[in-house]
């Protein structure tokens, strides 16, 4: 099989806003957008009515396997996407950007973002491991940015600020200590220490720097943490209440041997239960992604806890997704059983938050890579399928870096820009769909294994529709 190229390829400019500037304005807010009115959609079910685990009236739907011919096309996106990550880096502070113009000769951008190197230490193993760079090489470059995180980047309680100058990790914008990017961050840190577990000072650096978490603080004497805090004004009001990406916040929490968490925390977060054309599932009123960040890491597969199979639950949600995205077809035309797939991403209005069910934010037909990528642990024929649309179809839409933030084919937007975390959610479950290698390299860290014991985690045998 010829091995797909992912190369530059020029576009249209499209009008941005600053990420940071609205996610400053939405923070919290995702979770109470108003519900649209669709046909298909019934409102969530009331606290009374909630059943749990999430069954509904139509079975699970079935994942199939990954293809062998589907491994070269993902052995190439994964290089390209590990590119980003090592090209877009400070090599002294290990800091990675938190999105990168691929249409220009050189990206001059120097804000990093914490979330996108958390992002980048686990793309270092998995570049490693697949041989993309020398061991020699990856671990200089880890042992280099977890020394820069222990010693040199600003943080409060042991968490990190949102943004920061890659170059000096001088805080930027103004932005918030923020408990979710601290998360991500810390997971790539204990991916490292497992994968180099035979080196010393990535253990020591590691344990120094996970340990330094302070989680009772953020969590302010109550069992609901908060999204971040600011030096001019403290902690910011909106908290981690809903079901989204805070699993990964709560387990790592409750994973501390320092600073834990108690284990009544895991039990203070609603799950909400949504129902969508007979499908069941636990979730919010947020983009897709939040069924996705928690599971790069943590592995959910054949586990549950007093509520719910969260990994049945992801594949729940996306085939809901994806079938919301059929139903927009009739005024969406590019929307397909091979081109689906909306969640927060740049747009022509700049960054948006998007997606549904139920309909959140000005869908406009755009298409979002990272959407399919995220999801191909979950549904891999399905995933697949629109990846290689998007690849075979939209050359316009290919990069050095892989396949651009978003698009829109109904306008022939395409957007100038890649983003760390859209990139990384990317790499990490295209590498979990075929392997499972940062699965099982980063559960064999005490934290993370402590932290799902105590959230009551429990081994048992999916329904077998749900296996197959």
């Excluded at 061991?135 to 990190?160: C, I």
């Excluded at 009772?216 to 971040?228: A, Y």
């Excluded at 549904?356 to 990272?370: Q, S, Y």
């Amino acid at each position: 099989m010829k091995r797909p190229q992912f190369d530059n390829r020029t576009d249209r400019k499209g009008a941005r806003n600053s990420r940071r500037k609205l996610l400053r304005q939405m923070a919290g807010l995702s979770l109470a957008l108003p519900l649209s009115r669709l046909p298909a959609l019934e409102t969530p079910l009331a606290d009374e009515e909630q059943s749990y685990p999430p069954a509904g009236p139509a079975p699970y739907p079935t994942p199939v396997p990954l293809q062998p011919a589907d491994d070269g096309f993902l052995q190439a996106l994964e290089q390209a996407c590990f590119l980003f990550f090592w090209e877009q880096a400070n090599p002294t502070t290990g800091l990675i950007k938190d999105r990168c113009n691929v249409r220009v000769q050189q990206d001059t951008s120097n804000v990093a973002s914490i979330a996108s190197s958390g992002f980048g230490l686990t793309a270092i193993c998995i570049g490693e491991k697949r041989g993309f760079i020398s061991r020699t090489d990856a671990r200089l470059r880890v042992v280099k940015s977890l020394s820069y995180l222990w010693h040199k980047l600003p943080t409060h309680r042991g968490f990190f600020f949102h943004f920061a100058n890659i170059n000096t990790g001088e805080r930027v914008w103004e932005s918030e200590v923020s408990s979710v990017d601290t998360a991500i961050l810390l997971c790539g840190v204990l991916m490292c220490r497992q994968h180099f577990f035979e080196d010393r000072d990535i253990n020591q650096l590691a344990h120094a720097i996970f340990d330094r978490v302070d989680w009772t603080w953020i969590s302010e004497d109550t069992s609901i943490l908060s999204m971040g805090w600011t030096p001019e004004y403290g902690f910011i009001p909106s908290r981690w209440g809903f079901y989204s990406e805070l699993m990964m916040i709560y387990l790592l929490g409750m994973g501390s041997a320092s600073h834990p968490l108690r284990s009544d925390a895991w039990l203070a977060w609603k799950r909400t239960i949504f129902d969508y054309d007979g499908l069941r599932y636990v979730g919010s009123f947020a983009p897709l992604f939040v069924h996705q960040y928690s599971q790069a890491w943590f592995d959910f597969r054949n586990k549950k806890d007093h509520y719910a199979d969260y990994f049945q639950n992801s594949i729940v949600a996306t085939d809901a997704h994806r079938l919301f995205c059929l139903s927009l077809n009739e005024q969406f035309s590019d929307y397909s059983n091979a081109l689906w797939g909306i969640t927060a991403s740049d747009s022509v209005r700049g960054y948006v938050i998007w997606g549904g069910p139920p309909a959140t934010g000005p869908i406009d037909g755009t298409v979002v890579p990272c959407a399919a990528g995220g999801s191909l642990p979950f549904m891999p024929t399905a995933a697949m399928r629109v990846l290689r649309t998007m690849h075979d179809h939209y050359p316009n839409a290919r990069c050095r870096y892989g396949l651009v933030d978003a698009f829109n084919p109904l306008t022939g937007w395409y957007d100038t820009d890649v983003i760390g975390i859209d990139v990384g959610i990317t790499m990490l479950m295209a590498e979990n769909a075929r392997t499972a290698f940062v699965w099982e390299t980063f559960m064999k860290n005490p934290e993370a294994q402590r932290g799902m014991q105590m959230a009551g985690f429990q081994p048992y045998t999916p329904p077998p529709s749900a296996q197959d």
